[in-house]
């Protein structure tokens, strides 16, 4: 399945539907990771505002929490090209529910 199989795009929007509708972190070290079309500026504005301290433009600390941009880049899908940036989410597992709810409110748009 490559970039431009229709199965491949349909089961990419499934399972980003499927996890905006639940949320399970990944594996039991209580990290979770998003990859989201917002831009990096955006996200980087918006974690310095929540966080305790910054330690560069990649990685925020918070009260029992700790974020980390680890990667940006370009998504091509068929003529498309979309900006990703990848964010890496570190918690206990309450802490990580809460944290990754709160940025997808923060983010959620209809379109606009």
Known sequence: MGVNDPQAKFLFFFDLLFDLIYFQPVNFMNEYTI???????????????????????????????????????????????????????RANSEKLKTLVSDFRLKFLSAGG
């Open 35 to 89: 990859i989201s079309g917002i831009p990096r500026k955006k996200i980087e504005e918006y974690f310095k505002a929540i966080s305790n301290y910054s330690m560069n433009e990649n990685k925020f600390i918070g009260n029992e929490w700790e974020i980390e941009i680890t990667r940006e880049y370009i998504s091509k899908i068929g003529s498309l090209r979309l900006p990703k940036v990848s964010i890496l989410f």
